[in-house]
């Protein structure tokens, strides 16, 4: 396979409070690059279209892949992981931006420490005694209730569904589909149900599933394919019979 | 006295699991990792953890796992803290299940359990292809917990650089520095545990390892005195195919669901696979190996392709042909689809083809580092280890402990499939306990760490900074870590010969000089990750000088170390009893006389000092050669 030049623009920023810039690269590659490898390529030599030394591109990876769910960018205007992005299915010339929604750090990398907090706010854990063996036997889960369960376990907190969500963002308090879709799957375990009240409860507050404006964003753009939307529908049920157990329900 | 506290290093699975038990034995616990500890490269393992749940109706044993666990390393693992495993391992299987982790289910809705390499028994639990990432998870959601009830402190984005050591040598916090605003801090502890993953980036790009495994964390406690031990066993693992960033794994469970590995028996076959019949392919690992077929062990696996590849020419793939066949094609789709979903997306969506359709082309890539940090253990009157001792994962350091891929134990010369998801758990929770006792131990008038300690430290790691942001050179750290790299796979490897090792040596040492007139082509102040790559290369490259060294000194082959000019091969078509098979054998006790034993490299500004310890083989005694014919 030969190599082809490649056509990056960049947009750049090189603090947290300073403006944006763009700068453009041409780097060869080979059509079966990915976005990671070709940004690793070009930290090698970061010299821009026109000549210029620039100082190298920051920008966050680990696994490679589509995993960890650290590379997330927006690539031709669509939030996606960088490292499962092939050049050869993308237009050029390829635009990288950070992620939106979340604070930039430096150039393509953002601080998504909201999602973690979203997480907490939801109470995304089982509440165990401790983490000693209770000589107990698991719960039965069928292949079908796992099979729904498992396809939530693989969110990576990568943030693009949150990056498409008109919803979230600087500007309001929602919490964002993605730890809304580990509510559902909390909620769905056999110990994890045990706290559904308080999971519903966090939800119903201020940011929380009420804000959803149902645009359906998250889901089509969700590189692992989690039912973002079913989630929400299904949360939607659970909190209306929650409110009614609230306004009628034993005290 | 305020309450004692602790350090640990490392969000993978060790860490969290160390974590999770100091703080939940009322220990405030502040963790660091580079980045978000749910990105760790724990969450990347594939195919399973191994734990004896005997539901498959094959009267699989405790006892057999044990010995699968030692045979598969070729003896060289202490075995005491194996049997403890391997004995613990299903409580902790229940442990992650209570704590929510998806495992795949059976048609009854039991835990389901599959075939892994090196075994004969189906043992593996597994969330469909995805299990480190459920695992992890799994223990990222409790420290989480823990966060938010207080118990547990997390700094993200913080590196890892030096170990606080009092006048006396003992372990009393670290220093650090902000990977945003490079400020370097000190950081006192009562306990540190390291539990900062592998090195595989000692191979970069051909080897499967997240970029941030690079060791430098291990490398840095190295330096100040904590032993390295066996870092000359690197696992090799058979099945990768190839990538310009990365070789990107693909799982043993393609294997052990029933994937056959093969090559075009005419050299230069440029037919596509599905086209060449039947007889016209040669299945070697079945051949080798017909007890074990294609789940054979890493090791053996990877040689033999290498052997078909490199020596009988019959590797596909244009570049020097040195590829083979995974296939799947023959296998049920909604059947694998379900079981290895994960990695046949990876598979398409990095290759762009459909493994389901296509055989996969894969080669074997750096995997796993064996050696690491060497930790203390205190074997127990039922000849395990001792629970809850302090002496368990203590490094010579006093008061610093490792954990997980970091450190040497459990897996010996070679790593049998889905026990370093075990070993990694295991140990950061023995660890854990182990910090608790120590902690329970100190000495109240211990008296605080004398404040010039950590300020002299801080000074002398700016400094490094500062060094390292002036620097001139010709090259950066990103060039010198390719050829790092490239130096390694090429005279490493898979297979090894001491004239390549030596020259192999020297080539480290013009690294290092060309790294430290490196230019890091940045001098922002702010998220500089070239200052830090380079900081981790320096280390890198010390501790490649380690696995060189230890792999130089070893005259034998023995596991994932192979240097065929000490070979002893097993007589051909000969078994136990055969005269041939029996004068193998004592070949075979002859060598193991003078080499089972455990590298120790300790630092000198010379380079490594090894010298070699008795391995502890209470459980289960070297009698039989590893066989998987
Ligand atoms: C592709 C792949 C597939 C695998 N599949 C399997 C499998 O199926 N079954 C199995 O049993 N094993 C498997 N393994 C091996 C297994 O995944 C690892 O051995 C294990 O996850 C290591 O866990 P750990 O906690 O030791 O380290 P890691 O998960 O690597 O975590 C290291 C942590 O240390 C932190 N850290 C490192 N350096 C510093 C520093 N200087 N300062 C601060 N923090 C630092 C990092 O931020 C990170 O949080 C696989 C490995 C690979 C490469
Ligand atoms: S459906 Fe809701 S969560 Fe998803 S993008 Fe739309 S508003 Fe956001
Ligand atoms: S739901 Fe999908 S897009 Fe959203 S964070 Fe999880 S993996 Fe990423
Ligand atoms: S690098 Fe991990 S998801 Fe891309």
Request: charged share 20%; with cysteine.
């Amino acid at each position: 396979m030969t190599e082809q030049p490649i056509h990056l623009r960049i947009r750049r920023q090189d603090r947290p409070d300073t403006a944006p810039y763009w700068q453009e690269f041409a780097i060869l590659g080979h059509s079966d690059h990915n976005i990671v490898s070709l940004l690793m390529a070009l930290r090698e030599n970061p010299v821009t279209i026109s000549g210029e030394r620039v100082d190298p591109i920051v920008w966050e990876h680990n696994c490679m892949e589509e995993v960890c769910g650290s590379c997330a960018m927006l690539i031709n205007g669509v939030p996606r992981p960088s490292c499962s992005a092939l050049v050869a299915d993308l237009d050029q010339p390829i635009r990288l931006e950070p992620l939106p929604k979340f604070p930039v750090v430096r150039d393509l990398l953002v601080d998504r420490r909201r999602i973690d907090q979203g997480l907490k706010q939801v109470k995304a854990w089982i509440k165990i005694d401790g983490v000693w063996d209770t000589h107990e036997g698991a719960p039965r889960i069928g292949p079908d209730a796992w099979a729904a369960d498992y396809l939530y376990s693989r969110c990576m907190s990568c943030g693009c569904c949150m990056a498409a969500c008109p919803q979230f963002g600087p500007h309001s308090s929602f919490i964002g589909p993605a730890p809304l879709a580990q509510a559902r799957l909390m909620n769905a375990h056999p110990t994890g149900r045990y706290d559904k009240t308080e999971r519903l409860h966090a939800i119903m507050a201020e940011g929380g599933l009420s804000d959803c404006g149902n645009a359906q964003n998250c889901v089509r753009v969700c590189p692992k394919e989690i039912p973002l939307t079913t989630a929400i529908g299904e949360l939607g049920r659970q909190t209306t019979v929650q409110l009614l157990k609230d306004l009628f329900g034993p005290r | 006295m305020s309450k004692p506290n602790v350090i640990v290093i490392g969000g993978g699975l060790g860490g969290l699991w160390a974590t999770l038990r100091i703080a939940d034995a009322g220990f405030p616990v502040t963790l660091f990792s580079l980045f978000e500890v749910k990105r760790s490269h724990s969450v990347c393992a594939q195919g399973g953890i191994n734990a004896v749940l005997d539901t498959k109706g094959q009267h699989d044993s405790i006892r057999q796992h044990i010995i699968d666990t030692i045979k598969g390393g070729e003896y060289l693992a202490n075995q005491p803290p194996v049997k403890s495993m391997c004995e613990d391992a299903p409580g902790l299987i229940r442990t992650f299940e209570r704590m929510g982790v998806t495992f795949s289910r059976t048609p009854e809705g039991l835990l389901d359990q599959r075939l892994f390499g090196g075994v004969k028994n189906k043992r593996t639990c597994f969330a469909g292809a995805s299990t480190g990432q459920q695992l992890l998870y799994g223990v990222d959601q409790q420290v989480r917990r823990l966060e938010s009830e207080g118990k547990v402190v997390k700094h993200e984005w913080w590196e890892f650089l030096s170990l606080l050591l009092d006048s006396a040598g003992v372990c009393r916090g670290i220093v650090a520095m902000d990977l945003n605003s490079l400020e370097v801090r000190a950081f006192s502890a009562d306990a540190v545990v390291v539990a900062s993953g592998g090195m595989g980036q000692l191979y970069a790009p051909k080897s499967t390892t997240s970029t941030n495994s690079t060791g430098a964390a291990a490398s840095r406690c190295y330096r100040q005195g904590a032993w390295m031990a066996n870092a000359e066993f690197f696992q090799f693992h058979p099945t990768a195919m190839m990538g310009h960033d990365k070789n990107r794994l693909m799982s043993e469970a393609a294997r052990g669901e029933g994937g056959r590995i093969w090559v075009p028996k005419t050299p230069g076959d440029r037919r596509p696979p599905k086209t060449i019949p039947e007889a016209e392919r040669f299945y070697f690992l079945e051949e080798f190996f017909p007890a074990y077929g294609n789940t054979v062990a890493r090791d053996e696996a990877a040689r033999a392709i290498w052997t078909v590849t490199r020596q009988m020419g019959l590797g596909i793939g244009g570049d020097g042909g040195d590829r083979v066949y995974l296939d799947l094609t023959h296998l049920d789709a909604a059947f694998i689809g379900s079981r290895l979903g994960a990695i046949l997306e990876i598979y398409r969506k990095f290759a762009g083809v459909d493994p389901m359709t296509e055989p996969m082309e894969i080669f074997p890539a750096a995997h796993y580092g064996m050696g690491g940090l060497w930790v203390d253990f205190e074997r127990s009157a039922d000849g395990g280890i001792q629970p809850e001792s302090p002496r368990n994962h203590a490094t010579n350091i006093p008061g610093l402990y490792a954990c997980g891929e970091c450190d040497y134990a459990y897996h010996g010369a070679n790593r049998l499939g889905a026990n370093s998801l075990l070993s990694a758990s295991y140990s950061g929770r023995v660890a854990g306990e182990a910090v608790v006792s120590y902690l329970k131990g100190l000495a109240s008038d211990r008296g605080p760490l004398s404040p010039e300690i950590p300020q002299a430290e801080v000074v002398r790691q700016q400094a490094i900074n500062a060094d390292l942001m002036q620097a001139e050179g010709a090259d950066t750290p990103y060039l010198i870590q390719k050829e790092l790299g490239a130096l390694m796979t090429g005279k490493v490897g898979v297979v090894r010969s001491n004239p390549e090792l030596e020259s192999a040596l020297g080539e480290l040492q013009v690294l290092r000089e060309r790294l430290s007139k490196a230019r890091l082509g940045e001098s922002s102040t702010w998220a500089n990750q070239s200052l830090a790559f380079a900081r981790q290369l320096g280390d890198m490259i010390e501790l490649a000088g380690v696995v060189t060294r230890g792999a130089l000194a070893r005259d034998e082959c023995r596991g994932a170390h192979y240097k065929p000019a000490f070979r002893i091969p097993i007589p051909e078509g000969r078994f136990a009893g055969d005269p041939e098979f029996e004068a193998y054998r004592d070949r075979w006790h002859a060598n193991n006389a003078q080499w089972l034993k455990t590298t120790i490299a300790e630092h000198t500004e010379d380079g490594p000092r090894l010298s070699y310890r008795e391995v502890d083989l209470s459980v289960y005694a070297p009698t039989e050669p590893r066989d998987y014919r």
